[in-house]
């Protein structure tokens, strides 16, 4: 990662492709989503602004666990979610992590079947596919530096299909292949790509827009954005103070109910003041 800024050499270039560029840090937070009373921020992660999403949520996992604030649920995007962090927080913390996993990159360029077409046999390690052909025994492969099962469907059983090139998406008469992750991943993986397609679902995730609105208050109240010192340290400290600050408010502003105090009319907008003094002016 190189020095892009004089003013502090750990401040680092990213972006999201048609989103947002930027030099500097970023921040995650973590709020409760309780209802019934004010929601905090419990938990402030600064990191250089081109470290993914993911390489960060086992160190939050492992704060938030460190101070019993582990929740039962988190909801995150989908910057964080894979089948590996799924497994990780529910087996390592009991945290059940909901968020949209990638869906099947070839369900888009070949929209005939995806993976989750594809029935497995894990005893006998074969594939079976929509169309009733099921694959030799699968081997174990390594793709990207992870563990993965390649399947690998016969020619002539794809070569005779109807549906091979909606499905192979090869005009040279090869066979399908397909890549599995292990069997307790890619039972992860199956189960949330058919979960997030559905309402409860959907409903459930939901909540997590509250995040959003949390991150437009800090960044536009209270300047996030806006590095105000030099260094991943000290803008750490920004970071944490700001979420302290937005605490603060909310729950300043929370009462019992029944023990709120009155609030004061707002005053009149200078519009609402004209459209008055133009009704109360009488013709001459
Ligand atoms: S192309 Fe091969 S893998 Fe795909 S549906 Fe046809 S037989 Fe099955």
């Known amino acids: 990662m190189e020095i892009v800024s004089p003013h502090d050499p750990e401040a680092r270039y990213s972006c999201k492709p048609g989103k947002a560029e930027w030099v500097g840090y970023k921040d995650h937070q973590t709020e409760t989503c309780d209802t019934g009373g004010p929601n905090v921020i419990v938990h402030v992660t600064t990191t250089p602004a081109p470290e993914q999403d993911i390489a960060v949520l086992d160190r ?8 019993d604030l582990a929740p039962s649920e988190h909801l995150v995007d989908s910057g964080y979610v894979t089948p590996e962090t799924i497994h990780r927080a529910a087996t390592t913390h009991g945290i059940d992590l909901l968020g949209p996993v990638r869906v099947d990159p070839r369900a888009g360029e070949h929209p005939g079947f995806t993976k989750e077409d594809f029935q497995p046999n894990w005893q006998d390690r074969t594939l079976t596919c929509p169309r009733g052909a099921t694959s030799p025994p699968w081997h174990p492969t390594v793709a ?12 002539a059983a794809c070569r005779a299909c109807e549906d091979r090139l909606k499905c192979t998406g090869n ?4 066979g399908r292949q397909i890549l599995l992750m292990p069997q307790h991943l890619q039972e992860i993986q199956t189960r ?3 979960d997030q397609q559905t309402d409860p679902w959907r409903q459930r995730y939901a909540m997590r827009a509250g995040c959003e609105a949390t991150v437009s208050e800090t960044v536009r109240a209270h300047g996030l954005r806006h590095c105000r ?7 750490h400290v920004q970071h944490v103070l700001t979420a302290a600050g937005t605490n603060i ?18 005053p009149a ?3 609402q003041r004209l459209c008055r003094n133009i009704s109360t002016t009488k013709p001459s």
Do not use: M, Q, W
């Not at 990207?144 to 690998?152: E, Y």
């Not at 408010?249 to 707002?266: D, F, M, Q, V, Y």
């Open 144 to 155: 990207d530096g992870h563990k993965r099962i390649s399947v690998l469907f016969p020619r």
């Open 60 to 67: 939050i996992h492992d704060a938030l666990a460190a101070r």
């Open 269 to 271: 907008t200078p519009f």
């Open 192 to 194: 949330v790509r058919l």
């Open 229 to 235: 010192y030099r260094g991943l340290a000290r803008t």
């Open 171 to 174: 005009t040279g008469g090869r």
């Open 249 to 266: 408010i909310r729950l300043s502003e929370c009462h019992p109910p029944g023990t709120a105090p009155p609030r004061n009319p707002r």
